[in-house]
């Protein structure tokens, strides 16, 4: 929701930011790459009790993937194979992040499970709406957006590095939201596939 409704906000900091990565002829695919290495070493930093490193690590991480697909914008390098990696790397850092916070914090292994499940969910719906749907926008498949976006999973992130007393309900909460995001993703992509026949 956030990164749909507010981004605009941010557009202009990213472009900025986006011409400096042209300039230095850094490739959007670099950028992808990078943007989950980094993601990575936040999640190492999680399972070695580092909150504050893996903190600033995990919003490089999310900054950089904000900006890969501004890069390919600027320099007509958009592709479904940068899109495709873009999300599957983007799913994988989450994975590995949650995977620390199991290193750290093992006795929250409910509200992990339960959050890899929303996660396969809400993603396949996604994915179906992403295929089905008509692109009407700038990117390389339709994104359907929801109340749960990349931006709410690293706000999430932060609070439970935060507060790692509060694991379980933080992301409890966030589990219920994810689901429902999919639900409701689900049951459009239902509706609209009557209209098919």
Do not use: Q
Not at 9 to 17: A, D, R, S, T, Y
Not at 48 to 76: C, E, H, M, Q, Y
Not at 142 to 157: K, L, M, Q, S
């Amino acid at each position: 929701m956030i990164d749909t409704r507010w981004r605009g906000g941010f557009e202009p900091m990213f472009n900025f930011l986006s011409r400096i990565l042209v300039r230095l002829k850094i490739k959007p695919n670099a950028i992808t790459i990078a943007a989950f290495a980094i993601g990575l070493f936040s999640a190492i930093c999680i399972g070695f009790n580092k909150p504050i490193i893996a903190l600033i690590l995990l919003w490089i991480s999310g900054l950089l993937d904000a900006l890969d697909g501004s890069v390919a914008r600027l320099t007509g390098k958009s592709s479904a194979g940068g899109a495709y990696m873009d999300l599957i790397f983007d799913r994988m850092v989450e994975a590995f992040i949650i995977l620390g916070f199991t290193i750290l914090a093992p006795t929250n292994y409910i509200a992990y499970i339960l959050f890899y499940i929303s996660v396969i969910f809400n993603f396949t719906t996604f994915i179906v709406a992403g295929a089905l749907f008509k692109n009407d926008s700038e990117k390389s498949m339709h994104y359907d957006t929801g109340i749960a976006e990349r931006t709410e999973t690293f706000i999430v992130f932060s609070l439970m590095l935060i507060f790692t007393n509060h694991i379980t309900i933080i992301l409890m909460i966030f589990n219920v939201i994810i689901f429902l995001t999919g639900i409701i993703r689900f049951h459009k992509v239902i509706k609209y596939s009557k209209t098919l026949h």
